[in-house]
């Protein structure tokens, strides 16, 4: 049973516009979500993340979204660049009484940003 | 700058053979994990660690171990390969709390075919 879930296995979007990349959970206890960055033949790099005390966190041309009582989060990347295309990861975590837990990884999105 | 580093980036083994993945950070994180990689899988846990010798089984530990002698070293190992093994195999450390807790910093990966 997939506790993280990305829907969209890929989106394509041309240049400029905006990427929207969506994320759903289902357990409850997860109180901080990642989305790292992945390209062929490399390790995940990560990108942004947000507690579950925020609904939204922002860096540069990447902001992440979370609706608690939907249990969804999405990213959005403005504008969209050709070097973003890669295919993207949601993760959640939960914060234990006194350390970080296990990371639980989404499916993956591919993105490719049409020139 | 922050370093995962995994022994080997490509191997092939026999079924049955024994296989030892290994995976080294030099950022003195408390936590490793290994996942494994699959198209439209993501990412999956197979096992992490929070501490020296300490071990906590993830998702899909089955056909797997692993070893935490150092608190900079963590290795998997498969202790009679099988052609469902072949994968990409990725090793990820992360601080257990303090700033930036919970975020994984990943190595390059090790792809593993079994034949």
């Known amino acids: 049973d997939q506790q993280v879930k990305q829907n969209s296995p890929s989106l394509s979007v041309q240049e400029g516009r905006i990427s929207i990349l969506n994320c759903d959970y289902t357990?409850?206890?997860?109180?901080?979500f990642l989305w790292y960055k992945k390209y062929p033949a490399e390790g995940p790099t990560f990108l942004i993340s947000?507690?579950?005390?925020?609904d939204k966190n922002e860096d540069g041309r990447f902001t992440v979204f979370l609706n608690k009582s939907a249990k969804h989060l999405s990213l959005h990347i403005v504008p969209s660049q050709p070097g973003d295309s890669a295919v993207y990861f949601c993760?959640?975590?939960?914060?234990?009484?006194?350390?970080?837990?296990?990371?639980?990884f989404g499916p993956g999105t591919s993105l490719s940003v049409i020139p | 700058d922050v370093k995962v580093t995994q022994s080997s980036r490509y191997l092939v083994k026999r079924t049955g053979e024994k296989v030892f993945l290994e995976c080294v950070q030099d950022?003195?994180?408390?936590?490793m994990f290994w996942y494994r990689q699959d198209p439209g899988l993501g990412l999956r846990l197979i096992y992490f660690?929070?501490?020296?010798?300490?071990?906590e089984k993830g998702d899909i530990p089955e056909g797997y171990s692993v070893s935490r002698e150092k608190k900079e070293r963590f290795s998997l190992i498969l202790e009679s390969a099988s052609t469902n093994q072949t994968s990409m195999y990725l090793c990820?450390?992360?601080?257990?709390?303090?700033?930036?807790?919970?975020?994984?910093?990943f190595g390059e990966g090790s792809r593993l075919t079994v034949l």
């Open positions: 993760a959640a975590t939960r914060r234990g009484r006194t350390s970080y837990d296990k990371v639980i």
């Open positions: 660690s929070y501490d020296v010798k300490m071990k």
């Open positions: 950022m003195d994180h408390e936590n």
């Open positions: 990820a450390s992360s601080l257990a709390r303090g700033r930036g807790a919970g975020e994984l910093f």
């Open positions: 357990n409850s206890m997860f109180d901080y």
């Open positions: 947000i507690s579950s005390i925020k």
